[in-house]
């Protein structure tokens, strides 16, 4: 860890758009608020999570059972609907207030929208320059730079871009060639090379300083815990169609290895150092394949964790990668859940459309073993995809029953930029062309599976999984039903 600068050269202030009111430090803002901060600017952050809505998420995990109740406003305090007409007075008065020399902003698709009618009455009142950047922005950039809230965009990865650019914007010198910006300049965009990768080592660590210590706090089998995000890794080696990595990787050819590994010692240092800062309850790893790593470097891991961490994790991984030796061994250093990708329980639809090669066989031998252990297991589910009918949704239901999970995650399709599920959609008239997410709801409206059906499985899986309902019999189980 570097040391915090004496002398602060520049001021920048984030904006975080969480349009839908769910707690969690975002990984990705920490780390680069690091680098500024590291680089001797000051940062702060105006954030809308406790202003723009309730915790939709928690509700909406709460309709189909994949969360244990816990009162959220106990940690996120309750939410009244005129706090969303005082956010743009709330963020005028931070500008004011705070006087930034640059405004940066992190874009995932659902909240694109939000956070342009956020920075509009910004942009016409303030001279101040704009930088976005986010996964919505890598994926998209041709869509972002037309806008006219935006002043530069960051494609791909920031943590040396945005510093550079801040440094320049201070010294006001040339900023129109940094690597991984596209900058708008005397009428021309001028679209920058990516820039080689970073060795994940030299990263700095998250800076949780500017955000609202109301984030720490996650619920999680019944209880809100002080809750890390951490990462071991970058990239995935598969390819699934709901997913960006795909596109990603295309972009980034050249650059590096895709998949790249951080060293534990240098993810754990980060670990404890916050870990003590906010006396933290429960590791989330956020990694995509977390059990995807050598035995050499897993048993570094597992030792490593017990003598520096001791807390409980939470990861997730592919059924593939599950194997008995590895789950023995995590029983043992206090695993909390193992998170396992099913999305569909149809594997001739998961293996087309998906691009997910595992059988049912590979699934269910991951969950046997993981169950072996009396660790608690997370089935992720997807529902609502190009192609997927009311029949191959219940083949989920009636597979998922068979997994025996402890708990289960669904999740309606979502179709993100930059993945082939998206344009599949699109292709088959499901979407139009220019569709972008403002909510993580339904998304799909199909004949085979029509929106009202979608919502009835989802808002009822746990009746299903737990035999409340009785699948066999889903045409009469309407909510009349139900309450009868």
């Given amino acids: 860890m570097t040391k915090d600068p004496q002398k602060i050269i520049g001021k920048v202030l984030w904006v975080y758009p969480n349009s839908e009111g769910y707690g969690g430090i975002p990984n990705g803002m920490a780390l680069l608020a690091w680098c500024l901060k590291d680089a001797g600017f000051e940062t702060k952050c105006f954030d809308t999570t406790f202003l723009n809505s309730p915790p939709l998420t928690h509700y909406y995990r709460a309709r189909h059972g994949g969360y244990m109740p816990a009162d959220h406003e106990d940690y996120w305090g309750g939410w009244k609907p005129e706090l969303v007409e005082k956010t743009t007075q709330l963020l005028e008065e931070t500008i004011e207030d705070f006087k930034p020399d640059l405004i940066a902003v992190s874009i995932v698709d659902v909240c694109y929208a939000y956070a342009i009618s956020l920075l509009k009455p910004i942009r016409e009142k303030y001279d ?28 791909g990865e920031g943590e040396a871009a945005l510093v550079e650019l801040a440094n320049c914007i201070v010294h006001k010198t040339d900023y129109s060639n940094i690597p991984n910006l596209w900058v708008k300049k005397d009428g021309e965009v001028f679209k920058n090379d990516l820039r080689v990768f970073k060795n994940l080592d030299e990263i700095s660590f998250q800076n949780w300083d500017i955000f609202d210590k109301r984030h720490v706090y996650k619920p999680y089998m019944g209880a809100f815990r002080k809750t890390g995000f951490f990462e071991l890794s970058r990239g995935c080696h598969f390819n699934c169609s709901f997913c960006c990595t795909g596109n990603l990787r295309k972009s980034y050819k050249g650059l590096g290895k895709y998949m790249r590994l951080r060293s534990i010692d240098s993810a754990f240092d980060e670990i404890c150092y916050i870990k003590d800062k906010y006396n933290l309850e429960l590791i989330f790893f956020i990694d995509d394949d977390f059990l995807g790593m050598t035995a050499q470097r897993f048993d570094y891991f597992c030792e490593q964790y017990h003598k520096r961490i001791d807390l409980p994790f939470y990861m997730q991984t592919r059924s593939e990668t599950v194997n008995e030796s590895y789950i023995k061994k995590l029983k043992e250093i206090k695993i909390s859940t193992i998170a396992v990708g099913v999305e569909s329980g149809d594997e001739e639809y998961r293996k087309k459309h998906l691009g997910r090669g595992m059988t049912n066989e590979n699934i269910q031998n991951a969950f046997d073993i993981i169950n072996k252990y009396e660790i608690r297991t997370t089935a992720n589910v997807i529902i609502g995809m190009p192609g997927e009918s009311e029949d191959k949704f219940i083949s989920t239901i009636k597979f998922i029953k068979q997994l025996k999970p402890k708990s289960v995650s669904v999740n309606y399709f979502q179709p993100y930029l930059g993945t082939r599920m998206r344009t599949m959609a699109v292709k088959a008239g499901l979407i139009p062309e220019g569709h972008i997410i403002s909510e993580s709801n339904t998304s799909l409206d199909m004949p085979e599976f029509s929106r009202e059906r979608m919502k009835f499985y989802y808002e009822n899986f746990s009746e299903f999984i737990d035999g409340d309902l009785d699948i066999e019999h889903y045409g009469y189980a309407t909510e009349s039903d139900k309450q009868d």
């Fill in 128 to 155: 101040i320059p704009i930088v976005s950047g986010g996964i919505t922005v890598t994926l998209a950039p041709e869509m972002v730079i037309k806008n006219d809230c935006f002043d530069f965009i960051c494609v």
